[in-house]
Protein backbone atom coordinates (compact mmCIF):
# COMPACT_ATOMS: atom_id res chain seq x y z
CA UNK A 1 0.00 0.00 0.00
CA UNK A 2 1.79 3.21 -1.02
CA UNK A 3 0.21 5.61 1.25
CA UNK A 4 1.86 3.72 4.62
CA UNK A 5 4.97 3.44 2.48
CA UNK A 6 5.22 7.03 1.86
CA UNK A 7 4.07 7.55 5.20
CA UNK A 8 7.08 5.27 6.34
CA UNK A 9 9.25 7.66 4.72
CA UNK A 10 7.65 11.02 5.85
CA UNK A 11 8.18 9.69 9.68
CA UNK A 12 12.18 8.94 9.00
CA UNK A 13 13.48 10.45 5.74
CA UNK A 14 15.16 13.04 4.36
CA UNK A 15 17.17 14.16 7.57
CA UNK A 16 18.41 17.35 8.01
CA UNK A 17 18.91 20.21 10.46
CA UNK A 18 15.97 22.47 9.01
CA UNK A 19 13.98 19.27 9.41
CA UNK A 20 14.86 18.47 12.56
CA UNK A 21 14.57 22.33 13.54
CA UNK A 22 10.91 21.97 12.11
CA UNK A 23 9.80 19.20 14.06
CA UNK A 24 11.82 20.62 17.14
CA UNK A 25 8.44 21.24 19.47
CA UNK A 26 7.53 17.80 18.71
CA UNK A 27 11.16 16.93 19.04
CA UNK A 28 10.55 13.15 17.00
CA UNK A 29 13.15 14.21 14.06
CA UNK A 30 16.84 13.82 15.09
CA UNK A 31 18.79 13.87 12.47
CA UNK A 32 22.89 14.79 12.38
CA UNK A 33 25.42 14.71 9.88
CA UNK A 34 28.02 11.39 10.06
CA UNK A 35 31.27 10.75 8.23
CA UNK A 36 34.83 12.92 8.56
CA UNK A 37 37.05 13.05 5.32
CA UNK A 38 40.25 14.27 4.94
CA UNK A 39 40.32 17.63 4.09
CA UNK A 40 42.77 19.42 2.08
CA UNK A 41 45.88 21.57 3.58
CA UNK A 42 44.83 24.86 4.83
CA UNK A 43 46.32 28.45 4.42
CA UNK A 44 45.04 29.61 7.87
CA UNK A 45 46.92 29.70 11.21
CA UNK A 46 45.49 26.74 13.48
CA UNK A 47 45.30 28.65 16.17
CA UNK A 48 42.67 31.19 14.75
CA UNK A 49 40.13 28.50 14.40
CA UNK A 50 40.99 25.42 16.54
CA UNK A 51 38.67 25.52 19.22
CA UNK A 52 34.97 25.31 20.26
CA UNK A 53 32.83 27.59 18.49
CA UNK A 54 28.24 27.95 19.22
CA UNK A 55 25.80 29.25 17.29
CA UNK A 56 21.98 29.33 16.65
CA UNK A 57 21.15 28.82 13.54
CA UNK A 58 17.76 30.76 12.97
CA UNK A 59 14.56 28.80 10.75
CA UNK A 60 11.68 30.89 11.15
CA UNK A 61 9.77 29.78 14.50
CA UNK A 62 12.52 27.58 15.60
CA UNK A 63 16.00 28.42 16.99
CA UNK A 64 18.48 25.89 16.88
CA UNK A 65 21.57 25.93 19.03
CA UNK A 66 24.45 24.55 16.80
CA UNK A 67 28.10 23.64 18.67
CA UNK A 68 31.09 22.82 16.24
CA UNK A 69 34.25 21.69 17.67
CA UNK A 70 37.37 21.87 15.21
CA UNK A 71 40.80 20.01 15.71
CA UNK A 72 43.88 21.19 14.10
CA UNK A 73 46.17 18.19 12.27
CA UNK A 74 50.39 18.29 12.22
CA UNK A 75 50.05 18.67 8.71
CA UNK A 76 47.96 21.70 8.72
CA UNK A 77 44.63 20.53 8.05
CA UNK A 78 41.43 20.50 9.86
CA UNK A 79 38.68 18.03 11.02
CA UNK A 80 35.53 19.29 12.70
CA UNK A 81 32.29 17.13 15.48
CA UNK A 82 29.00 18.88 15.65
CA UNK A 83 27.02 19.10 18.93
CA UNK A 84 23.32 19.39 18.89
CA UNK A 85 22.77 19.66 22.86
CA UNK A 86 18.73 20.23 22.30
CA UNK A 87 18.56 16.64 20.88
CA UNK A 88 21.60 15.23 23.10
CA UNK A 89 23.64 14.67 20.00
CA UNK A 90 27.34 15.03 21.16
CA UNK A 91 30.90 14.79 18.96
CA UNK A 92 28.98 14.13 15.42
CA UNK A 93 31.65 14.75 13.07
CA UNK A 94 31.41 16.64 9.91
CA UNK A 95 32.83 15.98 6.40
CA UNK A 96 35.06 18.89 6.25
CA UNK A 97 36.44 21.97 7.40
CA UNK A 98 38.77 24.14 5.36
CA UNK A 99 39.57 27.38 6.56
CA UNK A 100 41.54 30.16 3.69
CA UNK A 101 42.78 33.73 3.82
CA UNK A 102 40.35 34.25 6.91
CA UNK A 103 37.18 32.04 4.48
CA UNK A 104 35.93 29.35 7.21
CA UNK A 105 33.63 26.67 5.38
CA UNK A 106 32.43 22.97 6.60
CA UNK A 107 30.43 20.84 4.89
CA UNK A 108 27.56 18.14 6.21
CA UNK A 109 26.94 15.95 2.86
CA UNK A 110 24.65 13.88 4.29
CA UNK A 111 22.36 17.05 5.11
CA UNK A 112 23.62 18.02 1.29
CA UNK A 113 24.53 21.47 3.60
CA UNK A 114 27.03 23.69 3.88
CA UNK A 115 28.64 26.41 6.47
CA UNK A 116 30.18 29.46 4.77
CA UNK A 117 31.61 32.45 6.53
CA UNK A 118 34.52 34.97 7.32
CA UNK A 119 36.08 35.39 10.62
CA UNK A 120 36.24 38.80 11.93
CA UNK A 121 38.91 40.68 12.40
CA UNK A 122 39.54 40.06 16.12
CA UNK A 123 38.95 36.44 15.92
CA UNK A 124 35.96 36.25 17.79
CA UNK A 125 33.58 35.14 15.60
CA UNK A 126 32.47 33.86 12.24
CA UNK A 127 29.78 35.23 10.23
CA UNK A 128 28.17 33.59 7.79
CA UNK A 129 24.76 31.84 6.18
CA UNK A 130 24.20 27.79 6.86
CA UNK A 131 22.66 26.44 3.02
CA UNK A 132 20.52 23.81 2.71
CA UNK A 133 17.91 22.45 0.06
CA UNK A 134 18.29 25.55 -1.75
CA UNK A 135 17.60 27.73 1.61
CA UNK A 136 20.18 30.12 3.58
CA UNK A 137 19.69 31.01 6.71
CA UNK A 138 22.37 33.44 8.78
CA UNK A 139 24.76 31.44 11.12
CA UNK A 140 26.84 33.65 13.70
CA UNK A 141 29.51 31.11 15.43
CA UNK A 142 31.18 32.91 18.31
CA UNK A 143 33.94 31.33 20.36
CA UNK A 144 33.62 29.49 23.36
CA UNK A 145 37.44 28.95 24.45
CA UNK A 146 36.86 24.99 24.97
CA UNK A 147 39.02 22.89 23.50
CA UNK A 148 37.73 20.03 21.02
CA UNK A 149 37.04 16.54 21.48
CA UNK A 150 37.70 13.25 19.63
CA UNK A 151 34.75 11.93 18.24
CA UNK A 152 34.23 8.12 20.01
CA UNK A 153 32.80 6.87 16.69
CA UNK A 154 35.13 6.64 13.46
CA UNK A 155 33.90 6.29 9.82
CA UNK A 156 34.83 3.71 7.80
CA UNK A 157 33.99 2.84 3.68
CA UNK A 158 33.42 -0.67 3.70
CA UNK A 159 33.15 -2.83 0.44
CA UNK A 160 29.65 -4.66 0.72
CA UNK A 161 30.48 -6.71 -2.87
CA UNK A 162 30.97 -4.56 -5.35
CA UNK A 163 29.45 -0.91 -3.72
CA UNK A 164 31.24 0.82 -0.44
CA UNK A 165 28.69 1.20 2.52
CA UNK A 166 29.69 4.00 4.99
CA UNK A 167 29.90 2.47 8.37
CA UNK A 168 30.52 4.05 11.72
CA UNK A 169 31.97 2.01 14.19
CA UNK A 170 32.71 2.64 17.91
CA UNK A 171 33.30 0.80 21.56
CA UNK A 172 34.31 -2.56 21.56
CA UNK A 173 33.51 -6.06 23.49
CA UNK A 174 30.90 -8.72 22.09
CA UNK A 175 28.32 -8.94 21.41
CA UNK A 176 28.26 -5.96 18.25
CA UNK A 177 25.60 -3.61 18.33
CA UNK A 178 24.25 -3.60 15.09
CA UNK A 179 22.01 -0.75 14.21
CA UNK A 180 19.26 -0.74 11.23
CA UNK A 181 17.46 2.77 10.22
CA UNK A 182 13.78 3.12 9.06
CA UNK A 183 12.86 3.89 5.60
CA UNK A 184 14.92 6.98 3.92
CA UNK A 185 17.19 7.37 6.83
CA UNK A 186 21.04 5.58 7.78
CA UNK A 187 23.33 6.23 10.65
CA UNK A 188 22.05 9.51 10.89
CA UNK A 189 19.01 8.71 13.07
CA UNK A 190 21.05 6.79 15.93
CA UNK A 191 23.16 9.59 17.32
CA UNK A 192 21.05 10.13 20.00
CA UNK A 193 22.00 6.24 21.20
CA UNK A 194 25.00 5.39 19.48
CA UNK A 195 27.44 7.12 21.71
CA UNK A 196 26.44 5.94 25.17
CA UNK A 197 25.77 2.65 23.76
CA UNK A 198 29.27 2.80 22.31
CA UNK A 199 30.71 2.48 26.13
CA UNK A 200 29.30 -0.68 26.49
CA UNK A 201 29.44 -2.30 23.29
CA UNK A 202 30.94 -2.37 20.12
CA UNK A 203 28.50 -0.78 17.83
CA UNK A 204 28.02 -0.04 14.42
CA UNK A 205 25.42 2.15 12.41
CA UNK A 206 25.57 2.35 8.92
CA UNK A 207 24.02 3.97 5.61
CA UNK A 208 22.20 1.08 3.27
CA UNK A 209 23.15 1.47 -0.45
CA UNK A 210 21.93 4.78 -2.10
CA UNK A 211 21.41 6.36 1.18
CA UNK A 212 23.85 8.71 2.70
CA UNK A 213 27.44 7.87 2.82
CA UNK A 214 26.42 5.04 0.66
CA UNK A 215 26.62 4.06 -3.08
CA UNK A 216 23.79 2.86 -5.07
CA UNK A 217 23.79 -1.35 -5.06
CA UNK A 218 22.24 -3.79 -7.19
CA UNK A 219 18.66 -4.60 -7.68
CA UNK A 220 15.95 -5.69 -6.34
CA UNK A 221 16.66 -4.12 -2.66
CA UNK A 222 14.63 -6.00 -1.04
CA UNK A 223 15.43 -7.00 2.87
CA UNK A 224 17.27 -10.36 1.51
CA UNK A 225 19.24 -8.50 -0.30
CA UNK A 226 19.80 -5.63 2.35
CA UNK A 227 20.73 -8.42 4.55
CA UNK A 228 23.17 -10.21 2.38
CA UNK A 229 25.18 -7.16 1.89
CA UNK A 230 24.95 -5.42 5.51
CA UNK A 231 26.15 -9.58 6.56
CA UNK A 232 28.78 -8.96 4.32
CA UNK A 233 30.03 -5.88 4.82
CA UNK A 234 30.17 -6.47 8.95
CA UNK A 235 32.75 -9.42 8.02
CA UNK A 236 34.63 -7.42 5.76
CA UNK A 237 35.35 -5.00 8.20
CA UNK A 238 36.25 -7.01 11.13
CA UNK A 239 33.08 -6.86 12.91
CA UNK A 240 32.64 -10.17 14.10
CA UNK A 241 29.52 -12.12 15.19
CA UNK A 242 27.41 -12.71 17.17
CA UNK A 243 25.52 -9.19 16.80
CA UNK A 244 22.01 -7.62 18.80
CA UNK A 245 20.25 -6.32 15.77
CA UNK A 246 18.42 -3.09 16.53
CA UNK A 247 15.84 -2.23 14.43
CA UNK A 248 13.63 1.10 13.77
CA UNK A 249 10.25 1.12 11.60
CA UNK A 250 11.14 -0.33 7.78
CA UNK A 251 14.61 -1.32 9.78
CA UNK A 252 12.75 -3.46 11.68
CA UNK A 253 11.55 -5.59 8.71
CA UNK A 254 15.59 -6.10 8.04
CA UNK A 255 16.50 -7.22 11.05
CA UNK A 256 13.81 -9.83 11.15
CA UNK A 257 15.51 -11.19 8.03
CA UNK A 258 18.54 -10.93 8.62
CA UNK A 259 18.05 -13.35 11.91
CA UNK A 260 16.65 -15.61 9.68
CA UNK A 261 19.43 -15.83 7.42
CA UNK A 262 22.08 -15.91 9.90
CA UNK A 263 20.95 -17.25 12.90
CA UNK A 264 24.00 -18.44 14.53
CA UNK A 265 25.08 -15.06 14.26
CA UNK A 266 22.53 -13.28 15.94
CA UNK A 267 22.27 -12.77 20.02
CA UNK A 268 18.87 -10.68 20.10
CA UNK A 269 16.84 -8.79 18.75
CA UNK A 270 15.53 -5.02 19.87
CA UNK A 271 12.63 -3.32 17.69
CA UNK A 272 12.14 0.11 17.83
CA UNK A 273 8.15 0.81 16.51
CA UNK A 274 9.10 -1.44 13.98
CA UNK A 275 6.93 -1.83 10.68
CA UNK A 276 5.25 -5.28 10.62
CA UNK A 277 3.51 -7.18 7.68
CA UNK A 278 0.16 -7.72 9.99
CA UNK A 279 -0.44 -4.05 9.97
CA UNK A 280 0.60 -3.83 5.88
CA UNK A 281 -2.08 -6.39 6.03
CA UNK A 282 -4.89 -4.58 7.95
CA UNK A 283 -3.60 -1.53 6.06
CA UNK A 284 -4.37 -3.11 2.64
CA UNK A 285 -8.30 -4.11 3.82
CA UNK A 286 -9.04 -0.45 5.55
CA UNK A 287 -9.69 2.91 3.95
CA UNK A 288 -7.58 5.15 5.37
CA UNK A 289 -7.11 8.68 4.38
CA UNK A 290 -3.90 9.56 3.15
CA UNK A 291 -2.06 12.44 2.45
CA UNK A 292 -2.00 13.86 -1.15
CA UNK A 293 1.44 14.50 -1.87
CA UNK A 294 2.59 11.18 -2.00
CA UNK A 295 4.13 9.97 -4.69
CA UNK A 296 6.15 13.90 -4.36
CA UNK A 297 7.38 12.72 -0.93
CA UNK A 298 8.26 9.73 -2.87
CA UNK A 299 10.50 11.75 -5.20
CA UNK A 300 12.07 13.61 -2.30
CA UNK A 301 13.63 10.45 -1.49
CA UNK A 302 17.30 9.34 -2.05
CA UNK A 303 17.35 6.36 -5.27
CA UNK A 304 18.30 4.24 -2.52
CA UNK A 305 15.49 4.52 -0.66
CA UNK A 306 12.91 4.61 -3.36
CA UNK A 307 14.44 1.50 -4.91
CA UNK A 308 13.58 -0.25 -1.21
CA UNK A 309 10.61 0.80 -1.62
CA UNK A 310 9.65 -0.29 -4.73
CA UNK A 311 10.52 -3.73 -2.76
CA UNK A 312 8.08 -3.24 0.05
CA UNK A 313 5.92 -6.25 -0.57
CA UNK A 314 8.61 -8.71 -1.61
CA UNK A 315 9.98 -7.42 1.72
CA UNK A 316 7.08 -7.79 3.80
CA UNK A 317 6.59 -11.56 2.46
CA UNK A 318 10.55 -12.17 3.68
CA UNK A 319 9.52 -11.19 6.89
CA UNK A 320 6.29 -13.49 6.93
CA UNK A 321 8.36 -16.67 6.87
CA UNK A 322 11.57 -15.09 8.81
CA UNK A 323 12.05 -17.01 12.07
CA UNK A 324 13.63 -15.47 15.09
CA UNK A 325 16.66 -17.72 16.49
CA UNK A 326 15.56 -19.77 19.22
CA UNK A 327 16.45 -18.96 22.68
CA UNK A 328 17.45 -15.01 21.59
CA UNK A 329 16.09 -12.16 23.65
CA UNK A 330 13.72 -9.85 22.00
CA UNK A 331 12.33 -6.20 23.12
CA UNK A 332 9.84 -5.03 21.24
CA UNK A 333 8.54 -0.77 21.68
CA UNK A 334 5.81 0.81 20.47
CA UNK A 335 5.01 4.71 20.47
CA UNK A 336 1.91 5.76 21.07
CA UNK A 337 2.02 9.26 20.57
CA UNK A 338 2.44 9.29 16.83
CA UNK A 339 0.40 12.46 15.00
CA UNK A 340 1.51 11.30 11.52
CA UNK A 341 -0.97 8.03 11.65
CA UNK A 342 -4.37 8.58 12.07
CA UNK A 343 -5.92 6.78 15.36
CA UNK A 344 -7.28 4.07 14.17
CA UNK A 345 -4.43 2.79 12.41
CA UNK A 346 -2.06 3.67 14.85
CA UNK A 347 -4.26 1.38 17.54
CA UNK A 348 -3.69 -1.23 14.80
CA UNK A 349 -0.31 -0.52 14.71
CA UNK A 350 0.05 -1.40 18.71
CA UNK A 351 -2.16 -4.81 18.38
CA UNK A 352 0.41 -5.54 15.34
CA UNK A 353 3.06 -5.32 17.73
CA UNK A 354 1.29 -7.53 20.25
CA UNK A 355 0.45 -10.11 18.27
CA UNK A 356 3.31 -10.52 16.84
CA UNK A 357 5.55 -10.09 19.74
CA UNK A 358 2.80 -12.90 21.86
CA UNK A 359 4.03 -15.68 19.62
CA UNK A 360 8.16 -15.01 20.63
CA UNK A 361 8.97 -17.09 23.68
CA UNK A 362 10.22 -14.78 26.61
CA UNK A 363 9.54 -11.64 24.28
CA UNK A 364 9.39 -8.27 26.06
CA UNK A 365 6.84 -5.57 24.69
CA UNK A 366 7.42 -2.18 26.37
CA UNK A 367 4.69 0.60 25.44
CA UNK A 368 6.10 3.81 25.21
CA UNK A 369 3.10 6.10 26.24
CA UNK A 370 4.99 9.30 25.57
CA UNK A 371 7.03 8.70 22.45
CA UNK A 372 6.52 9.16 18.84
CA UNK A 373 7.95 7.52 16.18
CA UNK A 374 11.25 7.79 16.56
CA UNK A 375 11.76 6.67 20.39
CA UNK A 376 15.56 6.76 19.97
CA UNK A 377 15.24 10.77 19.71
CA UNK A 378 12.13 11.16 22.35
CA UNK A 379 13.01 8.72 25.01
CA UNK A 380 17.03 8.09 24.11
CA UNK A 381 17.63 6.46 27.25
CA UNK A 382 14.81 3.87 27.15
CA UNK A 383 16.61 2.82 23.92
CA UNK A 384 19.84 2.74 25.47
CA UNK A 385 18.37 0.52 28.40
CA UNK A 386 16.60 -2.11 26.11
CA UNK A 387 19.88 -2.93 23.99
CA UNK A 388 21.78 -3.10 27.58
CA UNK A 389 19.33 -5.78 28.83
CA UNK A 390 19.47 -7.69 25.43
CA UNK A 391 23.47 -7.08 25.27
CA UNK A 392 23.41 -8.57 29.49
CA UNK A 393 21.31 -11.51 28.61
CA UNK A 394 22.88 -12.41 25.95
CA UNK A 395 26.54 -12.38 27.48
CA UNK A 396 24.61 -14.27 30.79
CA UNK A 397 23.61 -17.33 28.48
CA UNK A 398 27.57 -17.58 27.42
CA UNK A 399 28.79 -17.77 30.62
Not at 63 to 72: D, T
Not at 157 to 179: C, E, I, Q, R, Y
Not at 360 to 374: D, L, M
Amino acid sequence: MLGFAILNIRRGVICSLLALAAGASGGSEFCRAFAQQNPPPAAQSQRDVVGTWEGTLDAGSVKLKLVLHVAGAKDGSFSGTLDVPAQGAKDLPVDSVTVADGAFRFEMKSLAAVYEGKLTKDGSAIEGQFKQAGQTFPLTLKRTGLTATKSLLQLQKVDAGGHSLGMLVGGGGTPAVVFEGGAGTGMISWSSVQGDVAKFARTVSYDRAGVGQSELGPKPRSAKQIALELHAALLKAGINPPYVLVGHSLGGVFVRVFADLYPKDVAGLVLIDPSQEGFDDWASTHKIAQPKDDQAQLNLASQGTRDEIAELKTSYAQARVAKVPSGVPVILMTAMQDDSMPAEARKAWAEKHEEWIAKIPGGKHIIVEKSGHFIQGERPQLVIDAIKEVVNQSQSKKQ
